[in-house]
């Protein structure tokens, strides 16, 4: 059974920092990566890693966020500095398969106060 688990995600003031981990169990993913869902918006792709460890970021977080993996523990890492209040969102872990198959964390809440 495959599971994305996420863990990280908390209240943070506009300025800090936050980490947020995602787990992945029962198979192993090329790609990783993490999206991000605001209320009322459409999910956003905010930034993805191959297994080889090249990156792609939304252009809005480029230069603060820096995503990262650790293949051994197949876990996928999403590091948040200087956040802004237009951060707040739901971020949710996704992994693709090549097959077309995509897999999804249940989501860590991370809320940016001003």
């Known amino acids: 059974q495959v599971q994305l688990v996420e863990s990280g995600g908390g209240l943070v003031q506009a300025g800090g920092s936050l980490r947020l981990s995602c787990a992945a169990s029962?198979?192993?993913?090329?790609?990783l990566g993490w999206y991000r869902q605001i209320p009322g918006r459409q999910r956003e792709l905010v930034a993805t890693?191959?297994?080889?460890?090249?990156?792609n970021y939304l252009d809005s977080v480029k230069g603060r966020f820096t995503i990262s993996r650790d293949n051994a523990k197949n876990t996928v890492y999403l590091q948040m500095n200087s956040l802004k209040p237009e951060d707040t969102a739901v971020y949710i872990c996704?992994?693709?398969?090549?097959?077309?198959?995509?897999?999804w964390g249940q989501g860590t809440q991370v809320t940016v106060s001003s």
């Open positions: 996704y992994a693709p398969r090549p097959d077309g198959r995509e897999y």
């Open positions: 890693i191959s297994r080889g460890g090249s990156t």
């Open positions: 029962g198979m192993i993913f090329g790609m």
